[in-house]
């Protein structure tokens, strides 16, 4: 889990520090679109949209913004036409990477992604080849400082599996169906939650020594994150911290 942590945490800086940040709001934009052509507009009784619009809120998208999102996934608006696609392969060194996107051009995002991989030292992997190593479940952070004993307490009584704590939070698992639950549970305990996702965690993690490797498994992933279409990526590396923060600045 502590790869997929510092991978998330660097992916939120780099946003909050530079022009990412137009790119997450329009990667939000879109995941709020298509939870509500699948599920219907309205977020109480579609728990994947309500999950997307929390999101879309944490990372101060504007409420308007979200809404016409959602009319347009409703059909309410115009707007184009999204598909999920996901994507598998392998970064240097062996880690299992799974790429997902929302595409309205399923054969232009293919090829992009792909090159991406070649490019990058990877290779991609057929469908399967990689998901087994991964499981879905909820991701809520938690800023600051937490008595741990306590912690435990409310996250076992808000309906969470569990949790790892830092000197910067805590990180708090649930499944998948539990999330908005257990997040509302901690906000009445007083809680300060930062965040509250659906994601891949892996079962097991690659570590990564090798400084030189490491970066380049790191440039992988930032090249992928980047593209316009893809949503999220996920790989089950485990890299030193100091890596992680060199490769950060």
Same mark, same amino acid.
């Given at each position: ?5 510092? =991978? ?5 800086? %780099? #946003? !909050? ?8 709001? !329009?990667?939000?934009?879109?995941? &709020? ?27 101060? /998208? ?8 959602? %009319?347009?996934?409703? #059909? ?8 999920? &696609? ?27 992604? %792909? ?6 030292? #990877?290779?991609?992997?057929? *469908?399967?080849?990689?998901? =087994? ?5 909820? /991701? ?18 808000? #309906? ?15 499944? *998948?169906?539990? $999330?908005?639950? /257990? ?16 994601? $891949?965690? *892996? ?19 930032? !090249? ?5 279409? &893809? ?19």
């Amino acid at each position: 889990m502590s790869g997929h942590s510092k =991978w998330a945490t660097t992916k939120h800086r %780099k #946003g !909050a520090k530079d022009s990412a940040r137009a790119k997450v709001f !329009a990667k939000l934009i879109r995941q &709020v679109e298509v939870a509500a052509r699948e599920g219907g507009g309205d977020p109480n009784a579609n728990s994947a949209l309500r999950t997307m619009y929390q999101k879309a809120r944490d990372a101060s /998208v504007p409420i308007d913004t979200i809404e016409r999102a959602i %009319k347009r996934g409703t #059909g309410e608006l115009d707007g184009a036409r999204y598909e999920a &696609v996901t994507y598998e392969g392998y970064a240097p060194g062996g880690v299992a990477v799974i790429v997902e996107t929302l595409t309205d051009n399923r054969n232009r995002t293919s090829a992009e992604i %792909k090159h991406l991989f070649s490019k990058m030292g #990877g290779s991609i992997a057929e *469908p399967g080849a990689v998901s =087994w190593q991964f499981d879905r479940k909820g /991701v809520i952070e938690v800023r600051g400082p937490v008595n741990e004993d306590q912690m435990l307490e409310w996250v076992l009584e808000a #309906g969470g599996e569990n949790f790892t704590a830092s000197p910067e939070g805590a990180t708090v698992i649930t499944e *998948p169906h539990e $999330l908005a639950q /257990v997040r509302d549970a901690l906000e009445g305990f007083g809680v300060a939650v930062t965040s509250a996702d659906l994601t $891949l965690v *892996p079962q097991n993690s690659i570590p990564v020594t090798d400084e030189g490797e490491a970066k380049k498994v790191l440039r992988l992933m930032d !090249a992928i994150d980047d593209h316009d279409d &893809v949503q999220n990526v996920y790989g089950n590396f485990d890299i030193a911290d100091e890596v992680m923060a060199a490769f950060e600045e």
